[in-house]
């Protein structure tokens, strides 16, 4: 479990650094900003089920929906 562990922390480290950059770059169709959603709301799901001492597990489809199929 121990290792399991570390590795989504270090997800969780990468993502965050990755939406860090994206921010950065041009968006003018808003796919940048969709994938950044995405990308936070995996984090913030994961980030929630560590802390309350759960283990790790994808997040439930509603989460996981592509951003572009809701416009």
């Avoid at 940048?32 to 997040?59: C, K, N």
Wanted: charged letters at 35%; a negative charge.
């Amino acid at each position: 479990m121990k290792d399991s562990q570390q590795a989504f922390t270090r997800a969780l480290e990468t993502s965050a650094r990755v939406v860090e950059a994206l921010k950065d770059q041009p968006d003018p169709d808003g796919a940048v900003t969709d994938l950044i959603e995405r990308i936070e709301g995996e984090r913030a799901w994961l980030l929630a089920r560590m802390v309350l001492g759960e283990s790790p597990e994808r997040p439930p489809a509603w989460l996981r929906r592509d951003p572009a199929l809701r416009h």
